[in-house]
């Protein structure tokens, strides 16, 4: 009898635990290979809390060895590089280094982290590693030109891009940021060329047509530039940006009308530039349509710099062009106080266009190209007034 109770009561409760069971199920913790494919699946689809929080689990379940375990270190340390944490992600890269010491992924990863803090040569020997290892990928000659560009060094970067160009052809990114390359290096024509083929691959991209229009007005062609401005705000580029880019290029050009209209576009999407607030006031002005209020109002709020705010003054009739030609005096010979001249001759060439004074004005603005080698809205646009008068030298 005594047996037959403790079999009945084994088996009430073996009933309700699996009762129990069914109504709060434990859910069993996964092991580490499902950990790291989960890590992957967040990181992918940019969940990086979960990416770094399965890796973390992959890591500790103590089942993954060798190229997996190493991988999950990987995966852990992009996440935090992600997230904003540059710092303990390079310490996940050197713990995936360790484990398995070909780690191109780790490699790669850790050179993008080192840049991110500054310390571009140790970030170039990290990419150097990822390139010998595997010299036969896009990916590791792409990452190592930008490395270069933030090290300073446009002409390595070059050759980089181009390497990873001869391993995948259509490789826009790597197109896009040789064309940046090249417009540091003053090779405009061969930046045009390069974002001809980001266009010509991807039509729709509106940041290619951005970048190409500024290659246009490095080399004087401003109708070009007008267009591909245009072209970027049609395909989605709404920023202040491209509006007073275009604004500026249709100053140049002598439409000021469209000038000024695009100029208080990019103010309405929040510009905030002292030199917008100057030629919103030219183009308004030249346009017959002179409205201070916007150029006084930054004026007093202290949104102008020093050389802006003496352009300010003087469009504004606070100081006379005497004291204007004084402000642009430089106080010593170097480059920054030159610039700073030319930049203020060619506000008093304008302030003395609007006051019908030509004679003046043309030789002011001779001046302000004369002094500066350096294209310049302002010396580009003494040149523009210049040509437009009719008169060079």
């Given at each position: 009898?005594?047996?037959?109770?403790?079999?009945?009561?084994?088996?009430?409760?073996a009933?309700?635990?699996?009762?129990?069971?069914?109504?709060?199920?434990?859910?069993?913790?996964?092991?580490?290979?499902?950990?790291?494919?989960d890590?992957?699946?967040?990181?992918?689809?940019?969940?990086?809390?979960?990416?770094?929080?399965?890796?973390?689990?992959a890591?500790?379940?103590?089942?993954?060895?060798?190229?997996?375990l190493?991988?999950?270190?990987?995966?852990?340390?992009?996440?935090?590089?992600?997230?904003?944490?540059?710092?303990?992600?390079?310490?996940?890269?050197?713990d995936?280094?360790?484990?398995?010491?070909?780690?191109?992924?780790?490699?790669?990863?850790l050179?993008?982290?080192?840049?991110d803090?500054?310390?571009?040569?140790?970030?170039?020997?990290?990419l150097?590693?990822?390139?010998?290892?595997?010299?036969?990928?896009?990916?590791?000659?792409?990452?190592?030109?930008?490395?270069?560009?933030?090290?300073?060094?446009?002409?390595?970067?070059?050759?980089?891009?181009?390497?990873?160009?001869?391993?995948?052809?259509?490789?826009?990114?790597?197109?896009?940021?040789?064309?940046?390359?090249?417009?540091?290096?003053?090779?405009?024509?061969?930046?045009?060329?390069?974002?001809?083929?980001?266009i010509?691959?991807?039509?729709?991209?509106?940041?290619?047509?951005?970048?190409?229009?500024?290659?246009?007005?490095?080399?004087?062609?401003?109708?070009?530039?007008?267009?591909?401005f245009?072209?970027?705000?049609?395909?989605?580029?709404?920023?202040?940006?491209?509006?007073?880019?275009?604004?500026?290029?249709?100053?140049?050009?002598?439409?000021?009308?469209?000038?000024?209209?695009?100029?208080?576009?990019?103010?309405?999407?929040?510009?905030?530039?002292?030199?917008?607030?100057?030629?919103?006031?030219?183009?308004?002005?030249?346009?017959?349509?002179?409205?201070?209020?916007?150029?006084?109002?930054?004026?007093?709020?202290?949104?102008?710099?020093?050389?802006?705010?003496?352009?300010?003054?003087?469009?504004?009739?606070?100081?006379?062009?005497?004291?204007?030609?004084?402000?642009?005096?430089?106080?010593?010979?170097?480059?920054?106080?030159?610039?700073?001249?030319?930049?203020?001759?060619?506000?008093?060439?304008?302030?003395?266009?609007?006051?019908?004074?030509?004679?003046?004005?043309?030789?002011?603005?001779?001046?302000?190209?004369?002094?500066?080698?350096?294209?310049?809205?302002?010396?580009?646009?003494?040149?523009?007034?210049?040509?437009?008068?009719?008169?060079?030298?």
């Amino acid at each position: 009898m005594k047996t037959e109770r403790n079999l009945h009561f084994f088996l009430w409760t073996a009933i309700l635990f699996a009762a129990l069971l069914a109504l709060f199920p434990v859910a069993a913790h996964a092991d580490g290979a499902v950990d790291l494919k989960d890590a992957q699946i967040a990181l992918e689809n940019g969940r990086l809390l979960n990416a770094i929080r399965f890796a973390d689990q992959a890591i500790d379940s103590g089942d993954l060895t060798g190229v997996a375990l190493g991988h999950a270190y990987v995966l852990r340390g992009i996440g935090l590089h992600r997230s904003g944490d540059p710092l303990r992600a390079i310490d996940s890269f050197f713990d995936s280094i360790q484990i398995y010491p070909r780690s191109v992924d780790a490699f790669s990863n850790l050179g993008l982290a080192l840049d991110d803090v500054g310390r571009h040569e140790d970030a170039l020997q990290a990419l150097d590693r990822a390139v010998w290892l595997r010299p036969d990928l896009a990916t590791t000659f792409y990452n190592r030109g930008n490395s270069y560009i933030r090290a300073g060094d446009p002409l390595k970067a070059l050759e980089d891009y181009r390497r990873a160009l001869d391993r995948e052809p259509e490789m826009t990114k790597a197109m896009t940021n040789r064309a940046s390359a090249y417009l540091q290096l003053g090779r405009n024509d061969d930046a045009i060329a390069d974002y001809d083929r980001v266009i010509a691959l991807t039509p729709e991209d509106a940041a290619a047509y951005f970048n190409r229009a500024n290659a246009w007005i490095n080399i004087g062609n401003f109708a070009r530039a007008e267009t591909d401005f245009g072209d970027a705000i049609s395909r989605g580029q709404k920023t202040s940006a491209p509006y007073q880019r275009r604004g500026d290029t249709r100053f140049l050009l002598g439409k000021f009308v469209a000038a000024q209209e695009d100029y208080a576009r990019a103010l309405l999407a929040g510009a905030d530039d002292g030199q917008l607030y100057l030629w919103h006031h030219l183009a308004a002005a030249h346009a017959g349509q002179a409205n201070s209020g916007a150029l006084a109002a930054a004026l007093e709020a202290g949104k102008l710099g020093e050389w802006q705010a003496v352009a300010a003054a003087l469009l504004l009739g606070f100081i006379d062009t005497d004291q204007a030609f004084a402000a642009a005096a430089p106080g010593r010979p170097d480059r920054d106080a030159v610039v700073r001249q030319a930049r203020i001759l060619f506000y008093v060439g304008e302030f003395q266009l609007l006051q019908g004074e030509i004679v003046q004005a043309v030789q002011s603005l001779r001046d302000s190209e004369r002094l500066s080698a350096f294209r310049t809205r302002e010396v580009m646009g003494a040149t523009a007034e210049l040509n437009r008068l009719g008169v060079r030298r």
